[in-house]
């Protein structure tokens, strides 16, 4: 069998098909490298960028010439979107119809586009994210704006190129006697590199053009003092001018806008939020279920009822509060949480010269357009003196025949032929072949005088714009004058007031404070390290002696041990058995339902095994004291200025050096010149000056308060002032872990030296049980008392109706237990 040979190698290095025609060989990475380029500036050049120009990308472009040649003018009748986008993409766009629809589309929508371009008939879609119609039921012409884009397109003002298959020409940019690159702004994603740019007010870019033109040399900060910022058609509320100022100066940056929304009082004493205008590009739709889902999963609590009322005149979402709700903190949740805050991204990048992507300044594109404006100026007045030329050339023939008209019919009935006229005028007169023709075809009646004097002084009309065209190609300065006539013949006839409000300062990141009302609230923790934050009014009043309702589920065998009221943006400061302090905003703790048991401390404290919280104080209650005094379970005292806890860390400070047998249990604050008095468990209790006890650093280990029997410990301590005991305000209440309690007149207990053993303050039975805790009150004040059994059983008072008895006694009932063997665990005063 003979070897066949499969190619025939030829000189040139390729080889040949069985055709005969030349294969090259080519590297993949070669190919795939030159392929990918193409289609890389096939889609930033032809696709997604908008040129400098005339703001527009080349489907845009097609669609407005299209519509401009079929004559859609703004006085025109509509026609079917269908015959526009069947012309655009016949002649100039090889593409699908829906890009070319879509594109229309967007021109026609007034919350698209600061100025629409394209004026709709029909549905062209809405903000709730619905799509338009199909293009064989909409129609379209003109908007009169627009046609200031195409305005002197026939007087050679920008250059043409052949379309896709060559059959017709298209331009390559348009007049565009608009600055519209920035009026409606632009989006597009190409290869490698993206576009963002916003819309702005006309007459505020015709303004900042005028400024340019006069003051080429103006800064960013010059500019602005025309264009304030970006001009949305939805409205909005724009922040921070130096955040649009460094977007203006750098081509990039990040401008915060919000919704404008009003918190309106309705008859009924409710609020309700109203918004009116939202941000840009936002779907409202999506907003409002985003909205009513965060309702719904409680992330956003206090609305009662969320309504859309828009309508043709404009957007209203009505957001209903309930009664408890605090308006502002929910609308700032509102701006954190949903689309009613948006920031827009600007990245102005666009083509120079048809061709060049470049990131721009204000100031460049404002220059780029001047200077796209000065070349179609200076085309159109060569033009039209090109025009005025010829006709004055011809003028001057027609003039020239007039004066010597005998003779001209003389010559022209003497030739045998149109032709042979034309020659002989030619020869004996020295006029051209167009004035000939023109004379030839003049009529009889011309030869009027009237006529005759018509042709005069159209020439001299002629020949004196002839001077005045050629005066302004002559002159930079009268190309860059009749620009700013125009741009203000622009601006009269089309500008409108700002929409979008600039607001100059900034706005700061929401920081918990804004988001949660600043209410008063009780928190609640448990010996086992549980706690939890609940509104104030969670606990009803009783009276005296009630079974009260279930405050907490807790594990078995915890107690709840600290009940504090306070607001939920104080400072929180946890002083825990071991010494040690930590801070907190009451707001940190999840606020959680009565019968809730809580979160674990240790989820918010870095607490060390067997560590427990003694003392919940809040920072804003110490305002007007000085000092805080620290007492363990064994005694010991010490004061230590507050301000030493202005700057708690996060891991924790050391408030008390503390013997491995002791545990801190009580904090209170102080003013220095207070009497301090200690309660134990067994009924002693000591009254001393607080001067007895010198001021001390953080970690010291502080002295003896009390002296203690053995097994006795101490279970309560207070600060009181020796002012209001002279005014027998002051008292102590003790409750006993059976249920008694009464309060003592302070004045009773007299003062002694710190360290004595004190004196009886209950007489502590096998009916009372041991001392649960102490409390100095002052009498004058409406509180209540919250106490908190072991098992979690709470019941509040009237502080009032606990009795006010002697030293010595045991108290009255003032709480019954609903299980047997339950014991109080502990109590608060609110």
Known sequence: MSKQNPEAVLPGGGAADSAGERIVPIHLVDEMKTSYLDYAMSVIVARALPDVRDGLKPVHRRVLYSMWKLGLKHGAKFRKSAHVVGDVMAKYHPHGDASIYDSLVRMAQDFSMRSPMVNGQGNFGSMDGDSAAAMRYTEAKLQHVAEEMLLDIEKDTVDFGPNYDGSTKEPRV??????????????????????????????????????????????????????????????????????????YATGRGGVVLRAKAEIVEAKSGLFKIVVKEIPYQVNKANLIEKIA?????????????????????????????KKSAYPKKVLNKLYKMTDLQTTFHMNMIALVDGIQPRLMTLKSVLEEYVKHRQIVVRRRTAFDLRKAEERAHILEGLSKALDKIDQVISVIRASKDKEEAKQNLMKKFKFTERQVVAILDMRLQQLANLERKKIEDELKEKLALIKELQGILASEKKILGIIKDEVSDVRAKFANPRRTKVVARGIKEFTIEDLVPNEPTIIMATRD?????????????????????????????????????????????????????????????????????GQALVNFLQLAPHEKVAAILSMEDMTKYEYLVMVTKKGVIKKTKISDFKNVRRSGLIALKIKSEDMLEWVRPSGGKDDIVLVTQFGQAIRFKEADVRAMGRTAAGVRGIKLKSEDDVIGMGVVSPALVKKKVMELLVVSENGLGKRTKISEYKVQGRGGSGIKTMNVTDKTGRIMSARVINNTEPNDLLIISKNGQVVRIPLKTVSTLGRATQGVRIMRFKKSGDIVAGITVL
């Open 529 to 597: 390290g549980y706690i939890k934050r609940m509104p104030i009014d969670t606990f009803k009043t009783q009276a005296r002696g009630g079974k009260g309702v279930i405050g907490l589920t807790t594990k078995e065998e915890d107690v709840v041990e600290h009940l504090r009221t306070t607001n939920t943006h104080d400072s929180l400061l946890f002083f825990t058995t071991r010494g040690r302090v930590f801070q907190l905003h009451a707001y940190e703790i999840p606020e959680a339902s009565r019968t809730a048991k």
């Open 174 to 247: 348009l007049p565009s006697k608009l600055p519209h690159l920035l009026l409606n702004g632009s989006m597009g994603i190409a290869v490698g590199m993206a576009t963002n740019i916003p819309p702005h007010n006309l007459g505020e870019l015709c303004d900042a053009v005028t400024h340019i033109i006069d003051n080429p040399s103006t800064t960013i900060e010059g500019l602005m003092d025309f264009v304030q910022g970006p001009d949305f058609p939805t409205g909005g509320i724009i922040y921070d001018k130096k955040d649009i100022l460094t977007m």
């Open 293 to 321: 889902r965060l309702v719904q999963e409680k992330k956003i609590i206090g609305i009662k009822d969320l309504r859309d009322e828009s309508n043709k005149d404009g957007v209203r979402i009505v957001i209903e509060l």
